[in-house]
């Protein structure tokens, strides 16, 4: 052996050593630090945030909340999105125009199977079938007149309705907006181990305090009215991942002796006759996967599968009736390693 090369190695070992012993104290570090739970109540659900930290930040969990509920909320009279569907003169922050920017476009992807302005078809129905008695088609016709993502856009710091009567709604996408929002404030802290769940809408990334996996169970839809029943269709393995399930679980009609999920139709006015009872979809973004998750309600199992094809970043995992009433199972062929059971 050279000298040159006895140099080499008398510098290159000390180095190893050092990232050796550097490796080893981070990773007695993060076995060391405990793993915060915090939960509470927002955007009318709970919430559930567990991560890995030295100490607890709910309250500021809650800031970035508060945040969100003040531009996208409409319970909440001081909000941004109150202001607008009280046609006044408001600016929108960027919040605000982050979420209505990509429902606009999921709107254009999914031809309008997505759409913040249906809530008032949305209210109808549920009222119309709580008391057995669905609306006339005078009523719907009506409706269908203010409802439409295109009579209403973003110019500026403003937004422009086409019709004073519309009003916005992003119940659809808030809560996994909320979610993504969570998630970056606990990156911003260097946080890596963390799992972010509001209203079922979830964000997950590193590993659980069982050192293990993030993994989510998907209810399996029932008719189960007193919501007595959560049996679990699946469970997920949903690390570094978004996941959103949307599904009226236990809210169905029956027509000619199949079930159907009470979702409506923006564009009919009407419930949707598809087949899909429960709708889940995983993303890279909650609030892209919430919002999918409600499309692909609406459009039924054949128009989702042509979706996901045109966006392989996404993976969903559908519960459907079948010709013979029963309840069949569809995903992404992508989603299959990530199916802990089924």
């Known amino acids: 052996m050279t000298d040159k090369q006895h140099k080499r190695l008398r510098w290159q070992i000390p180095f190893l050593l050092f990232l050796i012993i550097g490796s080893v104290l981070i990773i007695r570090q993060q076995h060391n630090t405990p793993y915060q739970h915090d939960t509470g109540f927002i955007f009318g659900t709970i919430y559930n945030v567990t991560y890995q930290y030295d100490k607890d930040i709910n309250a500021q969990i809650v800031e970035q909340l508060q945040k969100v509920d003040y531009s996208l909320s409409p319970f909440n009279k001081a909000s941004i999105i109150s202001a607008i569907n009280r046609n006044e003169n408001v600016k929108v922050n960027k919040m605000f125009k982050e979420v209505f920017t990509l429902a606009e476009e999921i709107s254009q992807e999914t031809d309008g199977a997505f759409d913040i302005t249906v809530a008032p078809l949305v209210n109808e129905w549920g009222f119309g079938f709580k008391h057995g008695v669905p609306p006339t088609k005078q009523v719907i016709d009506s409706l269908k007149d203010i409802i439409g993502y295109q009579k209403v856009q973003l110019k500026g710091d403003h937004i422009v309705k086409k019709d004073k009567r ?34 079922g809408e979830i964000v997950t990334k590193g590993i659980s305090s069982k050192r293990l996996p993030w993994k989510i169970g998907v209810t399996k839809p029932t008719d189960d009215s007193l919501n007595q029943n959560s049996e679990i269709q699946t469970i997920i393995n949903v690390t570094n991942k978004a996941m959103a399930t949307s599904g009226n679980y236990r809210n169905f009609y029956y027509k000619n002796g199949k079930k159907y999920a009470h979702t409506i139709d923006p564009k009919t006015g009407y419930p949707v006759q598809h087949n899909i009872l429960s709708s889940t979809v995983l993303a890279d973004h909650c609030a892209t996967a919430d919002a999918y998750a409600t499309s692909f309600m609406v459009l039924g199992l054949e128009k989702a599968k042509k979706i996901l094809d045109k966006h392989p970043e996404l993976m969903a995992y559908l519960i459907y009736s079948d010709k013979n009433g029963k309840n069949a199972v569809w995903f992404s062929p992508s989603l299959k390693d990530k199916i802990q059971a089924q």
């Open 166 to 199: 519309i009003m916005l709604d992003c119940s659809a996408i808030a809560k996994g907006y909320g979610s993504d929002v969570v998630a970056q404030y606990l990156e911003s802290l260097g946080i890596q181990n963390y799992m972010i769940e509001i209203g």
